[in-house]
Structure formats: C-alpha cells, structure tokens
T-cell receptor
Framework: EDKVVQSPLSLVVHEGDTVTLNCSYE??????LLWYKQEKKAPTFLFML????IEKKSGRLSSILDKKELFSILNITATQTGDSAVYLC????????????????FGKGTHLIIQP | DGGITQSPKYLFRKEGQNVTLSCEQN?????MYWYRQDPGQGLRLIYY???????QKGDIAEGYSVSREKKESFPLTVTSAQKNPTAFYLC????????????FGDGTRLSIL
C-alpha cells in the first residue's frame, strides 16, 4: 500500500523564522511528488518534483526531492503570517488496475502557524 | 475565468437520505477526481474518471456513486449506505497523458442533521 508521511504534524514559529517541512514516501510506480498549501478551502498547488536534487523555488518557498532516500523537503524563509496554513505533500503514482491512470496519495499535512 | 466549481459549499443530510455534490470544470481537463478529507487527515480518493462514461473506484468508494456523462461534470452522490458521511469533499481535475498537477475546487462541507 502506498504511504506518505509528513512531519511535523504541527509547527508554531515566529514571523521571520525559517521552517523546513518533511515528507517521506513509499510508493510503487512513482511519477512525481507535489506540495500544496491549504488554507480554508481548496488546496493550491505549490510545486511538482520529478527529478532528484533539482531545487524548485518560488519566492520564499523552495523544495527538493531525493528519490534515493524517498523524501522531500519544503523550505519557507522569512515566514509571514500569511504563510499560516496546512501544507500537504502528495505522491503521484500509477494506480494498479486503474487502466493507466495516475493517482495521488496524500500525507496528513503539516499545520503551520506563524505568530506575529 | 477557468476553474473548478463545486456546489453547494455546505450541505446537510438527514439520516437515510441520498445527496449529490456537484463538480463542474471549464479547464477542458480529461481526468476528474473526488476526495474526502477528515479533520487531521490527508485526502483520500473516492472515485476518479479519465474519460467520459468511464470511472473507477478509489480507496474508499463504498457508500458513494458517481457519473461522468459530460467531460465538464463529475457529480458525486453520497448514499444512505455511507454511515459516516460528515467530511469535507474536494473535487479535482487534470489533463492526462503528461505530468500536470491536479487542481482543486473549493470543496463542499457535508454534515449530518
């Protein structure tokens, strides 16, 4: 059974701090790893990672994938109160018996709170 | 603007009642998905569809049904057989045939009366 484990499950830091969120996985037929940010409603897409060792950056957020050790990290530097959210890690893999479809397996998320 | 629209935002179900959650997308995406999210849990896949008139069960399909009569629409029915339906339901879509992220609607929160 495919599995995605995120840590920590919750984290409280002060504005301006740097945080690192972790995601480890065990899946068959790996395609990609995705990070989403979820505030009150829809998860919004942050990054999709397919290759090891290549950092993806968007402003103060960055992420990297290690396909040998089966994990990814999401870094947020100079955190702001607007970064408070649940950060979801998901792994995309071929669904066995699914007619060629890919499916996402999600971790439980890291609930990040940024205090002013 | 292109996007995924879920309705209603909030829904209340009486015991023994079937309810249908709507999901419409105008992104011309082939694949559509339904997930359930419980507090403190990740998203779990209920059903998915890659093309019109075809759909597959996900990890937790029992007590749910879907249809895919049009490319843009993928409604989910929560039947009376689903004994614990209170949850946040999210619909997603993506293109097939390439690595594209799934995009999500704003969700429907279903509660039992």
């Amino acid at each position: 059974e495919d599995k995605v484990v995120q840590s920590p499950l919750s984290l409280v830091v002060h504005e301006g701090d740097t945080v690192t969120l972790n995601c480890s996985y065990e899946v068959t037929n790996f395609r990609s790893l995705l990070w989403y940010k979820q505030e009150k409603k829809a998860p919004t897409f942050l990054f999709m990672l397919t290759s090891s060792g290549i950092e993806k950056k968007s402003g103060r957020l960055s992420s990297i994938l290690d396909k040998k050790e089966l994990f990814s990290i999401l870094n947020i530097t100079a955190t702001q109160t607007g970064d408070s959210a649940v950060y979801l890690c998901a792994v995309e893999a071929l669904i066995l018996g699914g007619g060629g479809a890919d499916g996402l397996t999600f971790g439980k998320g890291t609930h990040l709170i940024i205090q002013p | 603007d292109g996007g995924i629209t879920q309705s209603p935002k909030y829904l209340f179900r009486k015991e023994g009642q079937n309810v249908t959650l709507s999901c419409e997308q105008n992104l011309n995406h082939d694949a559509m998905y339904w997930y359930r999210q419980d507090p403190g849990q990740g998203l779990r896949l209920i059903y998915y569809s890659q093309i019109v008139n075809d759909f597959q069960k996900g990890d937790i399909a029992e007590g749910y049904s879907v249809s895919r009569e049009k490319k843009e629409s993928f409604p989910l029915t929560v039947t009376s057989a689903q004994k614990n339906p209170t949850a946040f339901y999210l619909c997603a879509s993506t293109l097939t045939g390439g690595s594209q992220p799934q995009h999500f609607g704003d969700g429907t929160r279903l509660s039992i009366l």
